[in-house]
């Protein structure tokens, strides 16, 4: 098994900053991709980025430019900083790690952006 532990989240103004974390632990063998997803209240988690082993990086549309994700592959953690947020970033944001080929998630942290 692996554990997942985010942080980071928070109240914050539009236009504003957050750093989101997400460390994995536990039975690590071959970690590929990790991530980050979302979900608000009535709607379907969605992509926010994704980044290989590799560095290759993939981002939502709606973010690209304002959000950055990174990884420490020493560390087994997963950054994602975002800048310029704004009332639509408000969401639940899920760590997501490829351990040997099984995806987990992490337990999610809110973050709520105000106008």
């Known amino acids: 098994q692996v554990q997942l532990v985010e942080s980071g989240g928070g109240l914050v103004q539009a236009g504003g900053s957050l750093r989101l974390s997400c460390a994995a632990s536990?039975?690590?063998?071959?970690?590929?991709?990790m991530g980050w997803y979302r979900q608000a209240p009535g709607k379907q988690r969605e992509l926010v980025a994704t980044?290989?082993?590799?560095?290759?990086?993939n981002y939502a549309d709606s973010v690209k430019g304002r959000f950055t994700i990174s990884r420490d592959n020493a560390k087994n953690t997963v950054y994602l900083q975002m800048n310029s947020l704004k009332p639509e970033d408000t969401a639940v944001y899920y760590c997501?790690?490829?351990?040997?080929?099984?995806?987990?998630w992490g337990q999610g942290t809110q973050v709520t952006v105000s106008s």
């Open positions: 536990g039975s690590i063998f071959s970690i590929n991709a």
């Open positions: 997501n790690v490829v351990n040997a080929g099984t995806p987990y």
């Open positions: 980044i290989s082993y590799g560095n290759s990086r």
